[in-house]
């Protein structure tokens, strides 16, 4: 079956323009997650859906971030007036529940700040 | 909180040698343990998973995988290494109620012919 697609895979954009990056999960999977790769860093946790509802936002590392999910299916992750530092592969990844499944991840969107 | 440790950040193996990479963990009770592997500009495939059960586990692509509670361990095998095998190994960790992914920092693997 088809895995977890995202989209753009690259994207280039100006410093203080919005972005939004979409995630299309595994079908019939509840829980989605976004994580983000800077170079030369390891991956961070940003949010996680169970559903519609975000339980754990912890990650998102400020209010220019955002995310919502709809129809406990797609998910977008838009990032607010960027900056150069948002400058990083952004990655989701689904489960069949919370909890400890195994998250099957997207190839990602790079995200390019100039 | 818990921390996935890699201290490895970049190996070279000669194909056809074993190969072993090391992930602690710091965490109190048993955590559920992952192994993922990247290869360039792609996203994380699931080598192996530990939940419970026996300490040694089998993955894909010949892959293996040891837990020791008694070294807060959990270091990836595999007794040939190919070619192909060169990429980026991030171990990881769910625990306790929590869901997300606690990722190590990752160990870059290169092979030579």
């Known amino acids: 079956g088809a895995g977890v697609s995202q989209s753009p895979s690259n994207k280039v954009t100006e410093k203080g323009k919005d972005v939004e990056l979409r995630c299309d999960p595994i079908?019939?999977?509840?829980?989605l997650y976004w994580y983000r790769q800077r170079l030369g860093q390891g991956l961070e946790f940003l949010i996680y859906?169970?559903?519609?509802?975000?339980?754990?936002k912890s990650g998102l590392p400020s209010d220019r971030f955002s995310a919502e999910r709809t129809g406990g299916s797609v998910s977008t992750l838009t990032i607010q007036r960027t900056q150069q530092e948002d400058s990083a592969v952004y990655l989701c990844?689904?489960?069949?529940?919370?909890?400890?499944?195994?998250?099957?991840f997207g190839d990602g969107t790079r995200l390019s700040i100039l | 909180a818990q921390s996935v440790t890699q201290p490895d950040i970049h190996i070279t193996v000669s194909e056809g040698a074993s190969l072993e990479l090391r992930c602690n963990y710091s965490?109190?009770?048993?955590?559920?343990l992952f192994w993922y592997v990247q290869s360039p500009g792609q996203g994380l495939q699931l080598l192996l998973k530990?939940?419970?059960?026996?300490?040694l586990v089998q993955g894909i692509k010949g892959f293996e995988a040891e837990f020791k509670r008694s070294q807060s361990s959990f270091n990836l095998r595999k007794p040939s290494v190919h070619w192909s095998d060169a990429a980026e190994y991030f171990c990881?960790?769910?625990?306790?109620?929590?869901?997300?992914?606690?990722f190590g920092t990752g160990t870059r693997l290169q092979v030579t012919l």
């Open positions: 990844a689904s489960s069949s529940r919370a909890g400890n499944q195994p998250q099957h």
């Open positions: 079908s019939g999977h509840t829980a």
């Open positions: 859906f169970q559903g519609n509802s975000a339980p754990d």
């Open positions: 965490y109190g009770a048993t955590p559920y």
């Open positions: 530990y939940f419970s059960g026996d300490t």
């Open positions: 990881a960790v769910i625990t306790g109620t929590a869901s997300k992914l606690t």
